[in-house]
């Protein structure tokens, strides 16, 4: 856990209390009034600053498994350029990544390694389905290929095609970065780290 | 580690075992190898693959011809015309059809795109391995071009599926032949661009002259095909010795190297993208007239237009949607030069609408124990430039 994270949680915790303490007091009045206050300014207002860092700053792994893998690479070149939306810098290692394009189909004996990747990124992280074979088998509804990568780990964002193209992969980046940003402050952006 | 007498490494006790992919980013894709090394030299090199196996053979045993023609650009996924294009062309030998010469030179123009498109990921991603980023940067905005060239005639930047049993899906627009035009105009200071990155680049040449050398006895024990056959100095390509798809009616050479090493692979793919421009320079400029596909309508569906006016279009029609081609008993294969070596599909039919069995001959498949064997002695550092050297696509060699 980050030092913005720790200190995040520090200030939600006093927040809780004080919150707590005045609830008391604001008994009378509407509990959704009164807990409104507290939650939009103060405590989701420093959620949201980490979030829009995170959300600006997505490490892909490199992890190309298929064709899809080919167009990941489209979209981090000049003509696409994910530079632009703070997603270029692809990481070799898991461990210095928080989202994982699953780019291409995934067969049974690549599921394990799949989800052990998965497991060696540090928290918080996110998962995207990139086209229709890691989305839910695609055209290979066969013995071989694992019917969606969401049986293996959790998907936050699915891109259609078969490949999808650059700018498709983009906007996949976009809606996961307006997700990242609607869930900052939440109980759910807590749970992922905790 | 020792040397005996044949030259051969000998094992010492105290070595290490390395594991190499199958994620990692040099690999190209899922390729695995477990490597034996004594301190920095790699003593033996074992090759584990199948972490991208698609059931794409088994798959094809229930899919109807047509419908294997998606599957087959999947394979390859660097080279989708030129696999549609062999599984086509094995199809109509069965069919025993002649195809009509503009349907076969757009299958040419599309195919030596592809291959200038494959060759120029290559370089980038085997440059980048290496150590050179820039390259990266300026072969992709070529092979963009490529991809919007493949966008304009069939609406997909990759897996075309363009080409098809009896001809091709559409007849090439005019649009297209002048973006194809502007594109061999604009392509060959390109490649000398790439050349005067790399070419004369002392890192380069350190990093790639003897490393990685196969003689031509090796590279033919080996089974390699394609540029690394080339490279080691074996004159031999498909579209030459055995020309299909009128690949007779070119003029073109075919780049040879001599000492086969990363070097020369890098020399002769450069090469072959020059080559590959004429072919295409020459194709547009003698594009017959023709028609796109074979009138034969128990093969290729009948226009669209005949379907309200002629009864037998419409029966046609509705068969050929609802039950496919039917394919005479037998079985064949036919060899073509893809980027990478030889493509070819064995086919066996039982003269029903489905293959009986599909059986995919893939040149990175068989180039890989080769590649594997090529590592030794080397160091580790080499690995990854052997690796990129041989272009291996993990999609054909598991399928």
Redesign the interface.
């Known amino acids: 856990m980050g030092l913005i994270d720790s200190a995040v949680d520090t200030v939600e915790s006093e927040i809780g209390h004080l919150k707590d303490n005045v609830k008391d007091v604001f008994d009378q009045l509407d509990y959704e009034a009164a807990g409104s206050v507290y939650d939009s300014i103060l405590t989701t207002k420093l959620g949201k600053v980490v979030g829009w860092a995170q959300k600006n700053a997505l490490w892909p792994a ?6 899809c ?3 990941m ?2 979209m981090a ?3 696409w350029d994910a530079a632009r939306f703070g997603a270029e810098v ?1 990481r ?1 290692s ?1 461990r210095q990544a928080d989202l994982m394009i699953v780019s ?2 995934v ?4 599921a394990p ?1 799949l989800k052990q ?1 998965y497991d060696q990124m540090p928290d918080p992280k996110w998962v995207m389905a990139m086209g229709a074979c890691s989305s839910c088998g695609g ?2 509804n ?4 694992v019917q969606g990568v969401d049986r293996v780990v959790p998907v936050d964002v699915y891109v259609p095609g ?2 999808p ?1 650059p700018e498709a992969l983009l906007y996949g980046i976009i809606k996961l970065q307006e997700k990242i940003l609607s869930e900052a402050g939440t109980g759910k952006a807590r749970e992922k780290i905790a | 580690m020792t040397v005996t007498e044949q030259g051969l490494l000998e094992r010492d006790k105290d070595t290490m075992t390395l594991n190499m992919g ?4 040099s690999t190209h ?2 390729f695995r190898v477990v490597l034996e090394m004594d301190g920095e030299v790699v003593l033996s090199a074992v090759p584990e693959i ?7 053979e ?2 094809s045993e229930n899919k109807r011809y047509v419908h294997v023609i ?2 087959t650009d ?1 394979l390859d ?2 080279n989708p015309p030129g696999n549609n294009l062999a599984f086509c062309l094995t199809t109509e030998k069965l069919l025993q059809v002649e195809i009509p010469g503009r349907a076969q030179y757009i299958r040419v123009i599309m195919c030596e795109l592809t291959r200038i498109a494959s060759h120029l ?1 290559w370089l980038g ?1 085997h440059a980048l391995d290496i150590g050179a980023m820039t390259v ?2 300026y072969a ?2 070529e ?2 071009m490529i ?1 919007d060239l493949n966008e304009m005639i069939s609406g997909v ?3 075309t599926s363009f080409i098809r049993i009896g001809g091709v899906a559409k007849d090439a627009t005019p649009e297209w032949i002048q973006g194809t035009r502007k594109f061999i105009d604009y392509f060959p200071e390109k490649i000398d661009e790439y050349e005067s990155l790399l070419t004369k680049n002392p890192i380069w040449m350190d990093r790639t002259q003897e490393v990685g050398v196969f003689s031509k006895e090796q590279a033919l024990d080996w089974s390699f095909s394609g540029p690394c056959l080339r490279a080691s100095g074996v004159d031999f390509d498909f579209r030459k010795k055995r020309p299909y798809s009128g690949y007779e009616n070119f003029r073109f050479e075919v780049p040879v190297g001599k000492n086969g090493d990363i070097y020369d692979r890098y020399r002769c793919r450069i090469q072959e993208m020059r080559e590959s421009r004429e072919i295409i320079k020459q194709a547009l400029d003698a594009l017959p007239d023709d028609g796109y596909k074979i009138p034969d309508n128990k093969i290729s569906l009948p226009p669209r237009n005949t379907l309200k006016t002629s009864m037998e279009a419409l029966i046609h029609h509705f068969k050929l949607v609802s039950e496919g081609i039917k394919v005479p008993a037998g079985e064949t294969y036919v060899p073509t030069e893809g980027p990478r070596g030889e493509v070819g599909f064995y086919i066996v039919s039982d003269g029903s609408n489905v293959p009986y069995r599909v059986k995919l001959r893939a040149p990175s498949f068989m180039a890989s124990p080769g590649m594997c064997h090529m590592m030794t002695g080397h160091f580790i550092a080499d690995v990854v430039g052997i690796i990129g050297s041989v272009d291996i696509v ?2 054909e060699v ?1 399928r």
């Open positions: 490199t992890f190309g498994l298929a064709c893998a080919i167009e690479m489209a070149n000049s003509r692809f070799a898991p291409g189909r067969s049974q004996k690549m390694i990747i055209i290979f066969n013995y071989a290929i078969c490949p193209g | 199958p994620q990692h980013p894709g899922v199948g972490y991208l196996h698609t059931g794409i088994k798959s998606p599957m999947r996924y660097l990921l991603t990266f940067l992709w905005r092979r963009e991809l930047r990759m897996m993990m999609g598991d």
